[in-house]
């Protein structure tokens, strides 16, 4: 014999969420599962960093100014702030919808669409919003069950819903969107000016040292300032008309993702409603605008009920056997409903056994116990959510 004891187990929000995504320092840091190119930005921006300290800068210090790697040192730590900033962080995930909400949302969408009659196409799931007087539609989900946000997009990779959906960058491995976009962009700026100052700096030491041993046999002294030279050349064009790119975008206040698709300069010649039609309100806006606060409450704490058995007594069960043993019947039962293979003698007793049970007197039955699940008490966020987005 054994019994069943239920015991409550606490267990971190971050260890249940749907998507993608990898957790690490107890759910404090949120990445993609896709990290391979985050580590190689790493790489190139440590050794190429690395490399200028233990070769020009002990030479410019001396010869021009000391202040030339401190403001180096500076710059650097700086981009790499940005760059675990932008990593690390939520980017805006949304959560899915519960159950009970998915629930009410599809019996609203079958009560707005009404009957669909066989072979025919269902209507889409869009929701119609006025933002300062422009008509937005708000698509479902139907991964996480829910009626995006207005310049909410489904990460693909992630498998997440993020607000503000920038796009998804392999090179920090995280999503770009409304919680970490400015570090982002204060990323590639940083970054652009600190590959300008080692490229320019490469080339100084060069021209220094040309001057007292000659060109050749500078190269042949310092190796590392030619692959220095060759790197910061191949990703001075890219990092560099990568923030030119999010410059344009934040002067309109626009996403990567809005611009791809055509959202505000489409057919329809839709303008954008999120646009204060000025340049230094929108960068004011997308870069001094308040910081929101996650909604996924990762570190939150949820219990589970965790089934064990334990060994009981056998002694007691059976000295409880022997005090009370059960009463021996030797008349056979007789099946609730006769069919063909009941014996003919068994049926007698059928009747029998039918007028008894109308002659006893009605047992009251006890109040069965109410399912949790029927009455949700996400019903009123779900209200809630009803009439925000109306």
């Given at each position: 014999?054994?019994?069943?004891?239920?015991?409550?187990?606490?267990?971190?929000?971050?260890?249940?969420l749907?998507g993608?995504?990898?957790?690490?320092?107890?759910?404090?840091?949120?990445?993609?599962?896709?990290?391979?190119?985050f580590y190689?930005?790493?790489?190139?921006?440590?050794?190429?960093?690395?490399?200028?300290?233990?070769?020009?800068?002990?030479?410019?210090?001396?010869?021009?100014?000391?202040?030339?790697?401190?403001?180096?040192?500076?710059?650097?730590?700086?981009?790499?702030?940005?760059?675990?900033?932008?990593?690390f962080?939520?980017?805006?995930?949304?959560?899915?919808?519960?159950?009970?909400?998915?629930?009410?949302?599809?019996?609203?969408?079958?009560?707005?669409?009404?009957?669909?009659?066989?072979?025919?196409?269902?209507?889409?799931?869009?929701?119609?919003?006025?933002?300062?007087?422009?008509?937005?539609?708000?698509?479902?989900?139907?991964?996480?069950?829910?009626?995006?946000p207005?310049?909410?997009?489904?990460?693909?990779?992630?498998?997440?819903?993020?607000?503000?959906?920038?796009?998804?960058?392999?090179?920090?491995?995280?999503?770009?969107?409304?919680?970490?976009?400015?570090?982002?962009?204060?990323?590639?700026?940083?970054?652009?000016?600190?590959?300008?100052?080692?490229?320019?700096?490469?080339?100084?030491?060069?021209?220094?040292?040309?001057?007292?041993s000659?060109?050749?046999s500078?190269?042949?002294?310092?190796?590392?300032?030619?692959?220095?030279?060759?790197?910061?050349?191949?990703?001075?064009?890219?990092?560099?008309?990568?923030?030119?790119?999010?410059?344009?975008?934040?002067?309109?206040?626009?996403?990567?993702?809005?611009?791809?698709?055509?959202?505000?300069?489409?057919?329809?010649?839709?303008?954008?409603?999120?646009?204060?039609?000025?340049?230094?309100?929108?960068?004011?806006?997308?870069?001094?605008?308040?910081?929101?606060?996650?909604?996924?409450?990762?570190?939150?704490?949820?219990?589970?009920?965790?089934?064990?058995?334990?060994?009981?007594?056998?002694?007691?069960?059976?000295?409880?056997?022997?005090s009370?043993?059960?009463?021996?019947t030797?008349?056979?039962?007789?099946?609730?409903?006769?069919?063909?293979?009941?014996?003919?003698?068994?049926?007698?007793?059928?009747?029998?056994?039918?007028?008894?049970s109308?002659?006893?007197?009605?047992?009251?039955?006890?109040?069965?116990?109410?399912?949790?699940?029927?009455?949700?008490?996400?019903?009123?966020?779900?209200?809630?959510?009803?009439e925000?987005?109306?």
């Open positions: 014999m054994s019994a069943i004891m239920i015991t409550r187990k606490a267990t971190r929000k971050w260890e249940k749907p993608k995504n990898t957790f690490c320092c107890d759910g404090r840091v949120m990445m993609a599962r896709q990290k391979g190119v190689l930005t790493l790489f190139l921006i440590i050794g190429t960093c690395s490399l200028f300290f233990a070769f020009e800068c002990p030479y410019l210090a001396v010869h021009l100014s000391p202040a030339i790697p401190v403001f180096a040192v500076l710059l650097f730590l700086f981009v790499m702030a940005m760059l675990l900033r932008t990593s962080s939520d980017p805006g995930v949304l959560p899915r919808a519960l159950p009970e909400e998915a629930n009410f949302i599809e019996m609203e969408i079958e009560a707005a669409n009404g009957n669909v009659l066989a072979g025919q196409r269902p209507p889409p799931r869009i929701k119609n919003v006025q933002i300062n007087n422009q008509i937005v539609k708000l698509k479902y989900c139907y991964t996480c069950k829910i009626f995006r207005p310049r909410a997009s489904h990460c693909s990779i992630c498998d997440n819903c993020v607000d503000r959906f920038d796009h998804h960058c392999p090179w920090v491995g995280n999503c770009v969107g409304k919680r970490n976009y400015r570090y982002f962009y204060l990323f590639t700026l940083s970054l652009s000016l600190l590959t300008i100052y080692i490229f320019v700096f490469n080339i100084v030491h060069v021209v220094l040292r040309s001057v007292d000659g060109f050749v500078t190269l042949k002294e310092t190796p590392g300032t030619v692959l220095e030279v060759l790197v910061c050349f191949f990703t001075l064009w890219s990092v560099v008309g990568l923030t030119g790119f999010h410059t344009y975008l934040i002067s309109l206040n626009q996403t990567t993702n809005e611009d791809i698709k055509g959202s505000w300069s489409g057919k329809n010649r839709i303008q954008n409603p999120y646009s204060h039609k000025n340049f230094i309100k929108n960068c004011c806006e997308v870069l001094c605008g308040p910081t929101y606060p996650s909604v996924l409450d990762r570190r939150g704490v949820m219990l589970e009920d965790a089934c064990s058995s334990t060994p009981s007594d056998v002694s007691v069960a059976s000295t409880t056997k022997s009370n043993p059960a009463p021996q030797t008349e056979p039962t007789a099946p609730l409903i006769p069919n063909e293979h009941t014996p003919d003698e068994a049926k007698p007793g059928i009747a029998a056994g039918t007028q008894k109308s002659s006893s007197p009605k047992e009251e039955k006890p109040p069965s116990s109410r399912d949790p699940l029927s009455t949700s008490p996400n019903a009123i966020a779900s209200t809630v959510i009803k925000s987005a109306h």
